[in-house]
T-cell receptor, first 112, second 110 residues
Framework: DVKVTQSSRYLVKRTGEKVFLECVQDMDHENMFWYRQDPGLGLRLIYFSYDVKMKEKGDIPEGYSVSREKKERFSLILESASTNQTSMYLC???????????FGSGTQLSVL | SQQGEEDPQALSIQEGENATMNCSYK?????LQWYRQNSGRGLVHLILIRSNEREKHSGRLRVTLDTSKKSSSLLITASRAADTASYFC??????????FGKGTTLSVSS
């Protein structure tokens, strides 16, 4: 089975900190995605990557950046964390020829 | 954004009853997918229906798609307590990422 691993299940950070959320997949998928999930708003796309060193902005990229130096790893970076970035962050991956997404378990980030 | 909208936002039923959730979307799509999320966890893919299909079945799940109305429905028959979860539709258009709706929270009581 495909495994998508997010490095932290829960994370507490302070306002202004630089935060790294890591995601690793073990199935050699080309496409990887970062979503955030908030109550009443569903899942919103932050960034996605079609391949190594490629990135595309999603619907809400402001305040975030990403890094994809290796195919299996896609990192989400909060350059200067703010309280409105408190959320559940979900990473997902898929192969271009297969439509369904495989999700990690999520990282619940609290910014105080 | 072509975000889908699920309806209802919340649904409470008894075990053994059927649960129906609806999804509407805004633009043309290649396929529509339904996902399930247990509380506080990642999403799991349930079923995919392509734009040229009208109905699809998988176990106790039945999905319909009406591209003229830009809508889909997910029917879960003979619901069980273990079906309690949030359900999301997601639309897929070539060359872009999946766009998810806000979800329907299903509660099945025994």
């Amino acid at each position: 089975d495909v495994k998508v691993t997010q490095s932290s299940r829960y994370l507490v950070k302070r306002t202004g900190e630089k935060v790294f959320l890591e995601c690793v997949q073990d199935m050699d998928h080309e496409n990887m995605f970062w979503y955030r999930q908030d109550p009443g708003l569903g899942l919103r796309l932050i960034y996605f990557s079609y391949d190594v060193k490629m990135k595309e902005k999603g619907d809400i990229p402001e305040g975030y950046s990403v890094s994809r130096e290796k195919k299996e790893r896609f990192s989400l970076i909060l350059e200067s964390a703010s309280t409105n970035q408190t959320s559940m962050y979900l990473c997902a991956s898929r192969d271009p020829g297969h439509e369904k997404l495989f999700f990690g378990s999520g990282t619940q980030l609290s910014v105080l | 954004s072509q975000q889908g909208e699920e309806d209802p936002q919340a649904l409470s039923i008894q075990e053994g009853e059927n649960a129906t959730m609806n999804c509407s979307y805004k633009t043309s799509i290649n396929n529509l997918q339904w996902y399930r999320q247990n509380s506080g966890r990642g999403l799991v893919h349930l079923i995919l229906i392509r734009s040229n299909e009208r109905e699809k079945h998988s176990g106790r799940l039945r999905v319909t798609l009406d591209t003229s109305k830009k809508s889909s429905s997910l029917l879960i028959t003979a619901s069980r307590a273990a079906d309690t979860a949030s359900y999301f539709c997601a639309t897929d258009k070539a060359g872009t990422a999946l766009i998810f709706g806000k979800g329907t929270t299903l509660s099945v009581s025994s």
